[in-house]
């Protein structure tokens, strides 16, 4: 009904805003990514001087695997955690009401200042926190465990809390849209729990887990605050070597730190992408 | 079926301790803001319950050594470019969703790029801003180039949530209003918008909650005036106080304020439209 200038009318502010701000940002990125950087300005002379120096640096290096190696483990973690609440939201609360509100419980501490609820892990963590008071009063340890709080295990929990939602929405949404009828079919053929899990619902609510891994994992890679605050700065992921990189004006390494992030994003994300159409689960 | 039972036990006590876990840090937040103050440390145990540390937050505790969080400004701030993102995102979002309602060739294309503005890591955006900055000549602050980034952040999430509402939406009112000679303008203003309103509100909900509590994007390219997250963010590096918890409370009960007026605002209008519906039926019979 309405002509094709008219859709793209509709669409030129957006597709303008994105191409300026969004698009044009990146082009810089991967381009200053290949400037010659001297101690306190950078010249648009083009070089792989940053490349070769981002990799063959321990440190930097040492980050991009350390990156990967949380990034990997906090998705795992969400995965195993999530799946079993999204299970007992979808399928065995039949309430639609309860459902949506535990699914609105589980949102609730995301009103809460980003920052502020990572530095409430502080207090939690810490040789005097809650969890080694509490530990101790039960009469569990004698000792305060010290590796909860300054370590990657407490950049790992603080992550694995922020993030897991992210999970668990996603898989309880596609389980919560299995039909019903198909799993009381399976049963009175007399599938077990068991084969029913393996064969109906772990199937079906593929996608869900798939859309949670991407958002969990392009959050996870581009963090840095959770390790600045939790770690005291002795994790350091690529995000925060790009932090430190603009802070001390060396921007042609920044943009690699940048460039080698979003390469090990976009492949991750490309591989998922094949497996669902996401504009499908809509 | 016994295995069924005690799987959902298993499930369910699995999820108590899920919502525990989520809950926690919240819940010591909350405990910790009534920490004694000025000496009180933000950790156990509580030395003696008060409310220093909320008078601290609005400036009204005795001057000491620890500094009051930067509130006026940095607030303002923070809420002025909410707004400013809440309004632009949402009225890209609907023109956006609007244009999507046809098929037409290189959606695909468009709908991924629009995506991407919500997938991208803030860093990464915020680096690639400030070098554009940078070569263009252009001076970094919270109501330019910070601002266009907040609007990339957000628009995604206005867009994707006026898709899912035009794509429930009954095409025939909108034909019927067209044919009867109503002018497309004033088509869309009294018979989508009604219809689409409750989706406008979420939209506009997450914008501008996501500006507000938006802070890696910032972190580059607010310039020297900060805005509140970038102000928390500054205190990573030094030691804590309570005030910052005291703070946490506070604004998560604005938050919660916020939600309730969308909330009201919501049940007003299916309310509105129900009755306009059955005002109408009546007029018809």
Known sequence: MRSNKGTWLLLSPGIIWITLFLVAPLIMMIYVSFWTQTTFSIKPDMTVVSWVNFFSSDTYFGALLRTIRIWFTVLMVTILVGFPVALYIGQFIKNKTLQTALLVTCVIPFWTSFLIRVLAWRPMLGKEGAINILLQKMGIINAPIEVLLYTELSVIIGMVQIYVVFMVGPIAFMIGRIDGSLIEGARDLGASTWTIFRRIILPLSMPGVIVGAIFVTVMVLGEFATASALSGRKVNLLGNIIITQVGSLKWAFAAVAGVVLTVVMATFVAIMLRIVNLRNQL | ?285
């Open chain 2, 1 to 285: 079926m016994d295995k069924v039972v005690s799987l959902r036990w298993f499930l369910g006590i699995f999820t108590a301790a899920f919502v525990l876990f989520l809950y926690g840090p919240f819940i010591v937040m909350g405990i910790l803001s009534f920490q004694q103050g000025p000496e009180g440390g933000p950790q156990f145990p509580i030395i003696e319950w008060s409310t220093y540390w909320y008078q601290h937050v609005f400036g009204l505790a005795p001057p000491s050594r620890i500094a009051p969080l930067p509130i006026g400004e940095a607030l303002i701030r923070s809420l002025t470019l909410a707004f400013a993102t809440m309004v632009v995102s949402t009225v890209m979002g609907v023109l956006t969703a609007q244009a999507f309602r046809q098929p037409f060739r290189g959606s695909g294309v468009v709908f991924y790029s629009v995506i991407l503005g919500m997938i991208v890591p803030g860093v990464l955006l915020g680096l690639g801003m400030v070098l554009l900055a940078n070569q263009v000549g252009i001076d970094r602050n919270w109501w330019s180039t910070a601002f266009v980034l907040h609007v990339v952040y957000t628009y995604p999430f206005a867009f994707l949530v006026m898709l899912a509402i035009f794509n429930r939406f009954d095409e025939s009112v909108e034909e019927a209003s067209l044919s009867l000679g109503v002018s497309p303008a004033k088509t869309f203003r009294k018979v989508t918008f009604p219809i689409i309103f409750p989706g406008v509100l979420s939209a506009m909900l997450f914008a501008f909650t996501l500006s507000y509590d938006e802070f890696p994007r910032t972190l580059f390219t607010g310039g020297s005036d900060v805005t509140m997250p970038i102000a928390i963010y500054g205190t990573f590096a030094v030691e804590i106080h309570p005030n910052l918890f005291a703070f946490g409370v506070l604004s998560t009960l604005f938050s919660f304020s916020l939600l309730a007026v969308y909330g009201i605002l919501l049940t007003l209008s299916i309310r509105r439209q129900n009755q306009r519906a059955s005002g109408l039926q009546e007029d018809i019979t």
